[in-house]
């Protein structure tokens, strides 16, 4: 087990339980081992099965039996809960499951390209090249066609313009939102298609 860097003083020593040290209390957001401030506390096992209520000394030298540390976890209750845990697999746990919640709300974010019903194919190519970016990253993409005064008058064009760039993202990305009207806006919403990108990755088979 890793020790943790010790950040701070402790006037009776720094006792080390599971072979870890202890931080200082500013220093971490969650107490523990010795940081705990409750004399009597209710504790779990890692299976979150009930062990009941304790000193926290007793707590403690249980935990170091098991090579494992005491972490409080819920503070407010009375007495407050620890539970005796493998500290650094528990922070491993909190910090995968804090990306994958980031790549979550990351994927949720929609990127939007816009494009005049005249567009020139230099800056059709280019917008395609900045979509596929965004989906190869996880982001949805929204395109859109905006038309201004009488240019409503050529949503047709705008349409096909729209099905030329769901042609060539096909390879990277499948349509959530069909071509639909807005207003004086057409538009487009694709997601990444992770199945394609997947099928791409995967090694031809040997001859």
Known sequence: MKSLPNTGSNPGGNRNFGGRKQQDNNSSRQRINDQIVARE???????????GIMARDAAIKMAAEQEK??????????????????????????????????????????KEIRFKWRTDTHDFNFKAKHARTFLEEGSKVKASVLFRGREITHQDIGRE???????????????????????RTISVVFVPDKKKKKAESKPEPAE
């Open 69 to 110: 540390d005491l972490v409080e976890i819920a503070p407010q209750a009375k007495p407050p809960v620890c539970k005796i845990i493998d500290y650094g697999k528990y922070q491993y746990e909190l910090q995968k499951r804090e990306k994958t919640q980031k790549k979550a709300q990351h994927n949720q974010q929609m």
């Open 41 to 51: 506390i209710r504790v779990v096992d890692e299976d979150g099965g009930q062990l």
């Open 161 to 183: 313009l729209l099905e030329r760039f769901i042609e060539i993202l096909a390879d990277v990305a499948k349509v959530e939102q069909q071509i639909q009207h807005e207003g």
